[in-house]
């Protein structure tokens, strides 16, 4: 545990730690959906106060603090720099629905600070979706893990004790 522990602490392990919070199976739609609306949202504050949209995204960038989202963040950048689409990092990484980034591409030929108030309202949406599955799947994942507990708990301790208590006649059958 102290292996894993210290990897996670090393740039690369923190970085496939934080893509890995992105990609897993209950959690991990919701955390990045969370992390990009909060990109967005301040995005979108710096653009309403007159900067462009690279000074956005270089001042917005701070927001947050996992390695994924950063590099994307940064690719944007460089692809800003370069002629390039910056919608195109989010678009290629396959973390962001193909609704979100094709309202930023819209947002780009027309009017980017009115379409992102449009997006963050469709985030928001499938934020609360998202955590309407969540507490769907929530109850069954508690019982599997209550019923790993006992089966641990059973198998473990209790059958020592009963071999101890009565004998191994009791169980010899299945030896």
Do not use: H
Not at 37 to 62: E, Y
Not at 71 to 96: C, H, M, R, T
């Amino acid at each position: 545990m102290d292996g894993i522990y210290a990897y996670t602490k090393t740039l690369q392990g923190k970085y496939r730690f934080d893509y890995f919070k992105y990609k897993m199976p209950i959690f991990g739609p919701l955390i990045y959906a969370i992390d990009f609306s909060r990109l967005v949202r301040a995005i979108l504050l710096n653009i309403k106060n007159g900067m462009r949209i690279q000074d956005a995204l270089q001042t917005s960038k701070s927001i947050t603090n996992n390695l994924v989202m950063l590099s994307l963040v940064e690719s944007a950048i460089n692809n800003i720099l370069i002629g390039q689409s910056w919608i195109e990092p989010f678009e290629k990484s396959g973390l962001s629905s193909p609704m979100i980034t094709e309202m930023l591409k819209i947002g780009m030929q027309s009017d980017l600070a009115e379409m992102m108030e449009k997006l963050l309202e469709y985030m928001e949406i499938d934020i609360d979706n998202i955590m309407a599955k969540i507490m769907k799947v929530l109850p069954q994942i508690v019982y599997i893990i209550v019923g790993a507990l006992l089966i641990f708990v059973t198998l473990v301790v209790l059958v020592p004790m009963i071999q101890i208590y009565i004998g191994t006649w009791l169980f010899s059958a299945y030896l």
